[in-house]
């Protein structure tokens, strides 16, 4: 079986890197840095980088990079992916450089998400800095955070992110945005190998920037308050109000990214003890705000 860590970094490309720098530093508080290849790496910890922002032609979401242990680990994740007769692409020498890691390996849901699983990152554990004082973001055992994509495959890819990669069914949403009598829009949401409520969601419709939202948690509260005023300050579009969420208990308000998906910047995620937690459903996003019809407003 594979035991995915968490998400290690997600890839994003842009047409504008410009644009994400001033994102990621003065709106994220984040460190960006141009790579010797050209793409744009984001720091947020010790890493040498959680995102990594590529040139090209669109404005999108690209990867997501799954970690593993180490090398038995990685060697047991190719053993599976052999016994499920998937399909998948080893990771040249180049891209590992790229990515900063000793292996990898790409494979594609059945939605066409791509995941790239790696061991080994390489880093100088260059002090974490904040140009806007941001006190910490919570990674480390946690992962990067969450990442939820889209899976109009939505039966195939669930059995392929539980049978393959070795997600966990975390909780359950059946989305009925036309009420009772209306379709109902699956969401499904997947723990791994850490305490993150989820590191994985998939979403039963299509996104044209190849993602739903990503997620990242700071340490307390007053640094949600002053992202949003940064944001504000940026004229960054606003994509859902404040508000707490139902399954997670984040706190949390979400913005658009230069690469057209949305990020959620948030405090206070549920730590989950795996071998007590009930799976269940629920019926309702958020215990109170997270006001999504904003960010389908002309005005906004």
């Known amino acids: 079986m594979m035991e995915i860590r968490g998400l ?19 709106v994220l508080g984040m460190m960006p840095s141009k790579a010797a290849d050209g793409s744009l790496l984001i720091k947020m910890d010790e890493r040498q980088f959680r995102f990594q922002v590529e040139r090209g032609s669109n404005d999108k979401y690209a990867a997501s990079g799954w970690e593993v242990g180490n090398k038995d680990a990685y060697d047991a994740a190719l053993k599976t992916l052999d016994e499920a007769k998937v399909n998948y692409e080893v990771g040249s020498a180049e891209l590992c450089a790229r990515r900063q890691v000793q292996q990898l390996v790409i494979v594609k849901d059945p939605s066409g998400n791509r995941h790239e699983i790696v061991w080994g990152f390489k880093s100088d554990f260059t002090h974490f800095a904040s140009p806007q004082g941001v006190s910490r973001f919570i990674t480390g055992d946690y992962g990067l955070g969450h990442t939820v ?14 049978d393959v990669l070795g997600f966990g069914l975390s909780d359950i949403y059946n989305f009925k945005p036309a009420g009772d009598d209306g379709p109902t829009v699956r969401i499904h ?16 419709f299509p996104s044209p920037s190849g993602c739903v939202h990503v997620m990242v948690e700071v340490d307390n509260m007053p ?34 990214t230069p690469s057209n998906f949305d990020l959620e910047f948030g405090y206070g995620g549920a730590i989950i003890d795996w071998d007590h937690h009930i799976t269940h459903e629920f019926t309702t996003v958020s215990l109170w705000g997270h006001d999504f019809s904003v960010g389908r407003s002309e005005n906004n």
């Not at 994509?149 to 539980?162: H, Q």
């Not at 640094?223 to 707490?244: I, N």
């Open 189 to 204: 949401f997947f723990h791994c190998a850490n305490g993150r409520h989820h590191s994985l969601a998939l979403a039963e």
């Open 223 to 256: 640094e949600v308050g002053r992202a949003m005023d940064r944001m504000q300050k940026s004229q960054v579009k606003l994509s859902a109000t404040l508000g707490q969420h139902t399954n997670d208990k984040m706190i949390s308000f979400y913005m658009k």
């Open 149 to 162: 994509l889209p899976a109009p495959d939505f039966d195939k890819t669930v059995a392929f992110v539980r």
């Open 8 to 26: 290690a970094y997600v890839v994003a490309e842009s047409s504008d890197l410009d644009r994400w720098v001033a994102y990621a530093r003065d």
